[in-house]
Every structure is written in C-alpha cells, then in structure tokens.
C-alpha cells in the first residue's frame, strides 16, 4: 500500500498543472510573459520526459506497473491535443481578426471564465475524493508532505535564480523587481 502511494506521488509530482499556472499567475497579478516562458519551458520537457521519467521512478518504488503506452497516451491526450488545439486556435484568431484583438479584446473575456473554471475544478476535484481525503488522513499526509517541500523548494530555487540571474527585458517588469525586493 504505502509503494502505491509513493508511485501516487511520482505520477502527481511529475504532471503538475499547467492551465492553473496562468490563472494563478494571473490572480496574483505576475508577469505573463515570464510565466508563459517557464510554462512552455516545462510543457516542452513533459512532452518529452514524462514517459520515461514517470516509468523509471514509478517501477522502482513500487510494484505498481504502468504500461509505457498508457503514459503515451496520457502525453498525448493532455500535452499534445492542448497544445495543438491552443495553437491552432490563437493562429486562427490573429490571422482573422488581428494580435491587437486577441491580446486586447478576446484574452480579457475570458479571465472571468478562467477563474470560475479553475476554483470549480478545484471544488470538483476535492468534493469527488472527499471520502479518501477524510477517512485517509494519512494517507493525504504521506501524499501532501513530500509534495509541499518539493513545491516550497521549486519557490526557493526559482526566487534565488530570479534574484540572481540578469533578468531578460521581454520577460520581467518594475513590479517583478520590487517582488524580488520583499524577499531578501
């Protein structure tokens, strides 16, 4: 049981989130353009390493067998498909109707969307496992833990390399610095 659960971590530690990113990105006010650098940046490592990665660590922590076509396919239903589909549609949209409409006009309706969507996802998600998030409370200690370091050091690194690294102009602004600011 607990090797199920540590392959549980693998698989949710490997496929973070990358819709959320943006609106959460958006919600505290970031900077797209640097979200949209890392997020591509990541997406673009998935489309690649997730397989493989997921695969080699979940096979040797647990006796939990994934078959390499299902993670494939899962790369393929939620990286691939989006991606093209996103594509595809902001192409047609620019070409139609102009940058200056999509960015200015069409984007900015769906923020709204975004965030009822998002907090409905997240309503959804926990009220469907309420029974396991309650009557297994360790088990979502021994799933949340590791995954909570692992995001608090990401925050730790990517604020140091922000901090330390010279800041491209396309992706930073006045604000990301006075953010870099409270930290140190």
Known sequence: MLTNIFAGCI????APCKAMVFVWSYLTDGDP????????????IMLFLFAPI?????????SLHVPFQVLLYAVGIFIVVPLAAGSALRAYFVRAHGRDWFEKQLLPRFAPVNIVALLTTLVLIFAFQADN???K???????????LVAS???????VWLDAALPSPSYCRSARSADRREQFF
Request: glycine fraction near 4%.
């Open 11 to 14: 698989i949710l530690a490997a």
């Open 33 to 44: 353009a640097y979200t949209l650098v890392q997020v591509s940046l990541n997406d673009l």
């Open 54 to 62: 997921v695969r080699f660590l979940v096979n040797g922590a647990s």
């Open 133 to 135: 998030i309650l009557g």
């Open 137 to 147: 409370p360790l088990h979502v200690l021994l799933i949340a833990i590791p995954v």
């Open 152 to 158: 608090l050091l990401q925050l730790i690194v990517d």
